[in-house]
């Protein structure tokens, strides 16, 4: 009979710090999703959107209800694949998250880049993306509190200067525009006396009616793209840190799950062939099993 080998195998196992640690993770991750999502539907479903589906449509500059919808989908995706992948090590789900993250951190390195080398062209489309959403300012309220946030965090006022708001139909100067705010500015522009408690949100009215030279005495007269382009370059360490921690964050991320694929594969291939270590007998031993057997 063959004697077995009397040293026991030590199988491939999956490591468990790195499994539980991309599963909590990506739980929170996952969470996280559902809720700007959530969020998201909330805010259709009080405008009316979720009845009429073609109204995501209608609004001529940007629904801001959008960032959460993709933002969230896109985390609740990766959420999924990362923490049922981990859970049930399921090495589809595990790959779908590595390629998947891998493509958003080339989409951002690409987005840098680019943004880099054509730096007047995004401005430019930064413009043309400031003046479509003055020209719906008053079509969306989530979109004309986005407009508000933004001119009084920047102190400014347009795109590139007040007199952006004549793009606006309530806001332009033209003889037959009939609207009480007629050669005006939303009250987001006007600049803050530290005295005054409450808002005055008619503080922007007829002011563009006045000469340049009095109206920085009741507007910021700076476009947000400039005040846009200076913030960045106030805060470039502040910005750097940031996209370099993402960047960081997702390439652990797909080394983790790139390395828990490793093991779950090896641990598979242990079940399909086992190292069995078996004995042979001498060649002089097998002569004398032959004779005795027959």
Known sequence: MSNMSGNHYKGQEVSCCIKYFIFGFNILFW??????????LWAWSEKGVLSNISSITDLGGLDPVWLFMVVGGVMFILGFAGCIGALRENTFLLKFFSV???????????????????????????????????????????????????????????????????????????????????????????????????????????????????????????????????????????????????????????CLAQNLVSDIEAVQASWVSPPLSIHRLPPHSSKKASAYYS
């Not at 969470?31 to 998201?40: D, E, K, Q």
């Not at 054509?118 to 509190?145: C, G, S, T, V």
């Not at 793009?167 to 009250?187: A, H, M, Q, W």
């Not at 009741?218 to 840190?241: H, M, R, S």
């Open 31 to 40: 969470l996280l999703g559902m809720a700007l999502v959530g969020i998201g």
């Open 100 to 254: 998947f993250l891998g493509i958003i951190f080339f989409l951002e390195l690409t987005t840098g880049v680019l943004a880099f080398v054509f730096k007047d062209w995004i401005k430019d489309q930064l413009n043309l993306f400031i003046n479509n959403n003055i020209r719906a300012y008053r079509d969306d309220i989530d979109l004309q509190n986005l407009i508000d946030f933004t001119q009084e965090y920047w102190e400014c006022c347009g795109a590139f200067g007040a007199d952006d708001w004549n793009l606006n139909i309530y806001f332009n100067c033209t003889d037959g525009n009939p609207s009480r705010e007629k050669c005006g500015v939303p009250f987001s522009c006007c600049t803050k006396d530290p005295a005054e408690d409450v808002i005055n949100t008619q503080c922007g009215y007829d002011v563009r009616a006045k000469p340049d030279s009095e109206q920085k005495d009741y507007i910021n007269v700076k476009g947000c793209v400039p005040q846009f382009e200076k913030w960045l370059q106030d805060n470039l360490t502040l910005v750097a840190g940031i996209f370099i921690g993402v960047a960081l964050l997702q390439i652990f991320g797909i």
